[in-house]
């Protein structure tokens, strides 16, 4: 069954709406964006989002949605079993977001009568789809692509491109009073402890990765880290997970150095921590995405990933380092944004070693 999407837009104002995304917490943040646009387009529906239990600190107290449900998405059953409890909700609307072979399968067990799913590894719709999403299978940056679901109800069908877009809506990660407070408080006292100014202009570091080889290698971290604390202009704060940080051995190494770190915090604290900054510099990965979602400039630093996929947001505000490589033999030949390397080891690291980021730092007002 097909829709014209003129005729959809307001049909869901006061309807039920259970939007489901599993993927990784860069992903999840990346789709705040969406949630907030469908908000803002239907802010008198019960909107209710499933997600991975990892994602659980990414929409915990958002505005944007009025009730979340988890779910361990690496099983099957879990989902399957998921989707049949949630028939009892009644929802009238199912969106999928960049949706698995899975939740393509079972997404139905929900009892939805309309349902929009996009599956970005296919380019057709899924068949439990009952809205046409359009530009399935097509390379698009991350946002746009989710975009692409709320445009098959009729939302914004006219404005969406395949670009950072004014239309779009900012990335959020909504926190409260009480943890901007803690976090304020425990950024300033170990910046006091290493010697370190709070009231300066600070520069959040987020060394950490998911993925090994999208990290910057740990010289140069220090290396750029030092150069920031010699200019004085802005305050280094590092920011990073326990394992990275024991491996290392940074609690010894920036002691050493004067420089402050904080490596052993909840998900909720460490997002509010990075909300502390004026800017950050990052691996393109979950960090980089949550310092966006809470309103810090950011600059990524892109090694074996594409751009193209993942740096969707407004290059007035944020920016990327990336170096054209021969050995990102992944994806189209005639597209380098869209090129990428999958090995899961790499002698060289070249993609990363060869990055300069100095330049991007900008004078404080």
Not at 13 to 40: E, M, N, P
Not at 60 to 76: M, T
Not at 90 to 109: A, N, R
Not at 138 to 148: M, N, S, V
Request: proline fraction near 4%; charge should be positive.
């Amino acid at each position: 069954m097909s829709h014209n999407i003129n005729s959809t837009k307001s049909k869901f104002q006061q309807k039920k709406i259970l939007v489901i995304k599993t993927r990784a917490i860069g992903d999840t943040v990346i789709w705040t964006s969406a949630l907030a646009k469908l908000r803002k387009a239907y802010p008198e529906a019960e909107i209710h989002a499933l997600t991975s239990k990892m994602n659980k600190d990414i929409l915990l107290h958002s505005q944007c949605i009025n009730k979340l449900h988890l779910v361990d998405a690496d099983s099957k059953w879990a989902l399957i079993k998921k989707f049949y409890s949630l028939r009892q909700e009644k929802f009238d609307l199912l969106l999928g977001f960049h949706v698995s072979g899975t939740i393509c399968k079972f997404s139905w067990l929900v009892g939805t009568k309309e349902t929009a799913l996009h599956y970005h590894g296919m380019d057709q719709v899924p068949w439990a789809s009952t809205f046409k999403v359009p530009h399935h299978g097509q390379l698009e940056d991350a946002i746009t692509r989710d975009y692409r679901v709320l445009q098959a109800i009729g939302i914004d069908a006219d404005v969406i491109t395949n670009a950072v877009s004014s239309e779009h809506e900012p990335t959020r990660i909504d926190l409260l009073a009480e943890e901007l407070s803690f976090a304020k408080s425990l950024a300033d006292q170990t910046i006091l402890t290493a010697g370190g100014r709070p009231e300066q202009k600070r520069m959040i570091f987020l060394p950490g990765a998911s993925y090994s080889l999208k990290i910057y290698p740990k010289d140069l971290w220090l290396k750029f880290i030092l150069k920031v604390q010699a200019e004085g202009i802005y305050q280094p704060l590092v920011l990073c997970d326990p394992k990275l940080s024991k491996e290392w051995e940074l609690p010894e190494l920036l002691m050493e150095k004067k420089i402050p770190l904080i490596d052993s915090v909840s998900l909720r604290q460490f997002i509010a921590l990075v909300s502390t900054g004026d800017m950050s510099l990052s691996n393109d990965s979950s960090p980089g995405h949550i310092s966006v979602a809470v309103g810090v400039r950011t600059h990524f630093l892109f090694g074996p990933t594409c751009i193209g996929d993942w740096f969707c947001y407004d290059k007035t505000q944020h920016s990327f380092s990336r170096i054209a490589v021969d050995c990102r033999i992944d994806g189209p030949r005639d597209q380098d944004q869209f090129q990428f390397c999958k090995v899961t080891e790499c002698a060289h690291q070249s993609c990363m070693r060869n990055l300069r980021v100095e330049g991007f730092l900008p004078i404080p007002s």
